[in-house]
């Protein structure tokens, strides 16, 4: 017998002071019947015997539902020498039944029955034989240990369904939560990407405002104009960004504008140009329809590519490569010299490359970068392609 075999019922809490005053009324109004049920010849020669019995056995009450294991072994015991004991043990196996492995009731029945036989045969019964006796005991004692099993079996099966139930709603939050923190990954790199593109642009225009201020009128308009017009679209990119990160459902993040892929990067080429730094573009790509997720991620490669060239070696050539087949994957590579030091420029924390790490991770791709002995810093990347 364990530490546990003496616990609350079940595990759970005692029953009131209400519960355990109505089961010893009831217990004994019950034994109240046994005794005054017994033979004339009893109540003559073991009339006190049987009283004494009998209170002990509602006494035990309290015992019974705090430690029922112990108190079904007491109650056994005294129906060795009383019928009026015969109640409290039955209700005794029940409970131990409810309560307690299936091990712990078939004992203390197989117990009882033993002690009901005993009592029997020097106590017998005036209507019944001793072996139909014998047999209405066991089958009384098995419907009881059965049924307290069925209960006992019935609670745990709907804690147990109350415990998935509480699981599958916390795995539900958290999943609810990683889905959050990924969609606003995703924003945050999408914001990283746009936001240092353009605000990479503002900063050159605006360095050759402050470097050139002799330049011909038109082209200090320009200038400004394309500052005004870059601004205004950065305002407009963070703003949608941080309504997102404000609404708690990521499901609702809006796909507001058509997203870019390879087919777009001659505008931003064309971009790169005309604030002066010089692309020259490689395409070997084989004709194939490349996939719009592919499209997308080679797009922001090519534009973070640019704007680190942009913003740590302005001016110098950046050369392109662009390279592939269905079924033989796409190659990105863009080069440009290192120049030995530069005037000062957009600061950087190196979390372009890691987004673009993350990306070409998240596309089953490769991606190398770093500065070769030769003095140039190439970034290579390799992203699948299907047939």
């Avoid at 056994?76 to 004991?85: E, K, M, W």
């Avoid at 680190?308 to 190659?331: E, Q, Y």
Wanted: proline fraction near 7%; include cysteine.
């Amino acid at each position: 017998m364990t530490p546990n075999d003496c616990g609350p019922v079940g595990g759970r809490r005692w029953p009131g002071l209400r519960v355990t005053i109505s089961l010893m009324v009831g217990l004994t109004a019950i034994v109240s019947v046994t005794i005054f049920g017994l033979p004339a010849e009893a109540h003559e020669k073991l009339l006190t015997l049987d009283l004494v019995v009998g209170v002990i056995s509602v006494a035990l009450t309290p015992v019974l539902i705090r430690w029922p294991v112990p108190a079904a072994v007491a109650l056994a015991v005294l129906t060795l020498i009383s019928p009026a004991a015969t109640p409290s043990a039955s209700a005794a196996s029940m409970l131990v039944a409810q309560s307690r492995p299936f091990r712990y009731a078939a004992l203390i029945g197989v117990g009882s029955v033993a002690c009901q036989a005993v009592q029997a045969a020097w106590r017998p019964a005036a209507s019944l034989g001793y072996g139909w006796w014998l047999a209405l005991i066991t089958v009384a004692w098995a419907a009881l240990i059965g049924w307290g099993t069925v209960v006992r079996v019935r609670r745990e099966l709907l804690a147990s369904l109350r415990e998935r139930a509480r699981r599958a709603e916390a795995d539900q939050e958290h999943r609810i939560a990683e889905a959050r923190m990924a969609e606003r990954t995703l924003i945050a790199r999408e914001m990283h990407d746009v936001l240092a593109h353009r605000l990479s642009l503002l900063a050159t225009y605006a360095g050759a405002l402050e470097y050139r201020p002799d330049a011909a009128p038109e082209k200090l308009s320009a200038a400004a104009g394309v500052i005004r017009a870059g601004v205004r679209e950065a305002l407009e990119e963070l703003r949608a960004v941080i309504t997102v990160l404000r609404d708690d459902d990521p499901v609702k993040f809006p796909e507001t504008r058509p997203q870019p892929g390879l087919s777009d990067i001659t505008w931003l080429i064309e971009e790169t140009r005309d604030i002066g730094t010089p692309v020259e573009v490689d395409d070997r790509r084989s004709d194939g329809d490349l996939p719009a997720a592919t499209g997308r991620t080679a797009y922001r490669i090519v534009q973070e590519g640019l704007t680190n060239a942009r913003k740590h070696a302005p001016g110098v050539p950046v050369r392109l490569l662009l390279d592939g087949a269905p079924g033989d994957g796409l190659r990105i590579e863009l080069r440009n010299r290192v120049p030995v030091s530069v005037g000062p420029g957009v600061p950087g924390a190196g979390m372009g490359l890691l987004g673009l790490a993350e990306r070409v991770q998240l596309a089953n791709g490769e991606i190398e970068h770093g500065t070769a002995p030769s003095g140039e810093f190439r970034l290579d990347v390799r992203l699948p392609w299907p047939r």
